[in-house]
DNA sequence: GGGTTTCATGAAAGCCTTTACATATAATTC
DNA sequence: GAATTATATGTAAAGGCTTTCATGAAACCC
């Protein structure tokens, strides 16, 4: 059965659609009777007015289109929270998708996003390094954002100047990193983190300078970038645990890879953080009730999400806006980092 | 400026329209040269057909609608995933919103949904006892669902016959109870879960039964429902603690508020397990990585993204499909559960 | 009471595709 | 070579809504 249409509605009511359409939108004043008629015969049908047609019209589509790495990880879905809590009023809505890093991916869904001509899109998490992906995913971002409406959290690309709304991860590492030196430690790892991609290796930068900064040495063979899973935390603490020599404390690239870490840790029956301070990168939920509590750095997951659309909101408008607002990620001290033993 | 239309493509190429829709779609033979010139001109324009126009004519848009109520919770991400993985193929994309088990948003949603013309609907985690909620949102998502193919993901609504994939969550709160009675509790507990949430009632109710069925006591006093958050399981397992007669063991209704009462339990200068052993119920990717590792259900959250969206295409093709497709859950016994002590 | 506003409504164009039908050309048949 | 068929393309309608412009009726002014 075919859903019922404006049509349908203006001819039972015996006016035209355009008096129909006035009391759908408000958009003009409509006499009392003819509107309780009209609402009425609404009610009845259960009609709803076709977001397609109008959108055709109206060039908006209020769809929103956001790209996450990998929603699996706690960090995003807080992120998707806080961007769905500011987009609420306006009545946006979001078509997700998950990219799971695969350029391949994220470079079809951009595609859809545009064929379906979404108000805005959020982009998470860019890619740097690798070549074929500049060549790309980049220049398609680009040519995508000349038409849409587009904001990168926290991850620039190479060479463009798209919109940006990112914590300082730069600013984060150190605070962890000089938390760990003021502790004490002198030995320091890094683990984590697919090198291709652009938060890796700012955090990587952050991590030697901030090391060198200090005068302390850097020990290339503490510096294990793998990804950004517990896995991979795991399995490369369990690689720095297997050295000869090993450092006191890691600085993690995010809680996920601290957690795996930690297990390394705990599983060779050390203890964190006396025999190893770890420190973690984002502070997902779980962070204060893992055991033990992580200490890490905040990056305010929802306020960057809220931040990106607000960014989104006043691009949407033609307004002008800055092309990098920046927040300022907190170093939150628990129980995972320490004094090394003496 | 202007997104381009098929117009211009057209004009451009000195042809009609329909011949530059039969390229796109490949609808129809097209002459090898005049392909060549129209191809050429959307590369040069970086044309992309307008998928509203089309889905105006087609009557399908390629959007699956999907509510979850809190996405911050690791299940429904990894359901996301398993359901994305499925509708990958076909092309389908998902307009996602996070509820919040908030019935209101859930219903404005419904009608967002229904408005934008989506394909399908994914609802997961029903309410049940709510009044207003049975009144309300029952009716609507069942009226919703005469148009639009729903499916309902664990969790059913009283009175209604909608299209269902669940896992037999009775049956996983049987084997996790009777895996504790096997390692020798006699005195367990129960903790979490909103109680006009589907999914808490079941569980409930399914604990009572298969005590009752062992031939143990009921203790209401140790039932303590309240949300599905890590907080919740803490606050329920502090308030256990701290009465002077209390379970050995608990059953709790998510591996959140697993996690949350092991926390308490570790507060407490207690062990898990051997004060007391903790049984989840998800099996989130942090299961095995807590320390302890988490014995859980596994509710195959993946596979149940995939049934699903697997259940929805066949309903999108107007086949037939069975009411209530069912999951087997999975105990996995990890180390949070042990005997009790002697 | 004639002229000017204001209010309520209708007619029709436009948004961008797809597709049924029609037409023109080329290829095939006997 | 006339008749048939296949191939390539064009014309125009349809899909469901919003909005501009026009019109008729009612209210106001002096």
Redesign the pocket.
């Known amino acids: 059965m075919?859903?019922?249409?404006?049509?349908?509605?203006?001819k039972e009511?015996?006016?035209?659609?355009?008096?129909?359409?006035?009391v759908?939108?408000d958009?003009?004043?409509?006499?009392?009777?003819?509107?309780a008629r009209i609402e009425e015969l609404i009610q009845k049908y259960n009609?709803?007015?076709?977001?397609?047609?109008?959108s055709?019209?109206?060039?908006e589509t209020g769809i929103i289109g956001v790209i996450v790495p990998d929603l699996t990880n706690p960090f995003f879905p807080e992120v998707f929270a806080g961007a769905e809590q500011e987009a609420q009023q306006e009545g946006h809505t979001f078509l997700l998708s998950n990219s799971i890093g695969d350029y391949t991916k994220e470079s079809e869904y951009l595609s859809i996003l545009r064929e379906k001509r979404v108000d805005g899109i959020i982009f998470m998490g860019g890619r740097i390094n690798l070549k074929q992906c500049e060549d790309h995913l980049v220049q398609e971002l680009v040519q995508h954002a000349s038409v849409i409406p587009t904001v990168l959290v926290n991850g620039g690309l190479r060479n463009t100047d798209l919109i940006r709304v990112a914590t300082d991860e730069a600013a984060g590492t150190a605070l962890a990193v000089r938390h760990l030196i003021g502790l004490g430690h002198k030995q320091i790892g890094f683990i984590g983190g697919e090198s291709h991609m652009t938060t890796t290796s700012i955090k990587l930068r952050a991590f030697r300078k901030t090391l060198k900064d200090e005068g302390l040495e850097i020990r290339e063979e503490w510096l294990l970038p793998d990804s950004f899973s517990i896995e991979s935390g795991k399995r490369q603490m369990l690689k720095m645990l297997d050295m000869k020599e090993r450092p006191t404390a890691v600085f993690c690239v995010n809680d996920y890879t601290a957690i795996g870490a930690i297990k390394a840790v705990a599983e060779a029956g050390l203890a964190v953080p006396d025999d190893m301070s770890i420190v973690g990168f984002d502070d997902i939920p779980l962070a204060h009730h893992f055991i033990p509590e992580l200490t890490t750095v905040s990056q305010q997951a929802h306020e960057l999400g809220r931040m990106a659309v607000k960014v989104l909101k006043t691009m949407m408008n033609k307004e002008k806006v800055k092309k990098l607002t920046t927040l300022d990620p907190q170093l939150i001290v628990r129980q995972s980092t320490g004094a090394p033993r003496p």
């Open positions: 075919r859903q019922v249409t404006i049509y349908d509605i203006a009511a015996k006016v035209s659609v355009a008096t129909v359409s006035r759908l939108n958009t003009a004043p409509v006499k009392g009777a003819t509107r009609f709803q007015p076709n977001a397609m047609a109008r055709l019209l109206k060039k």
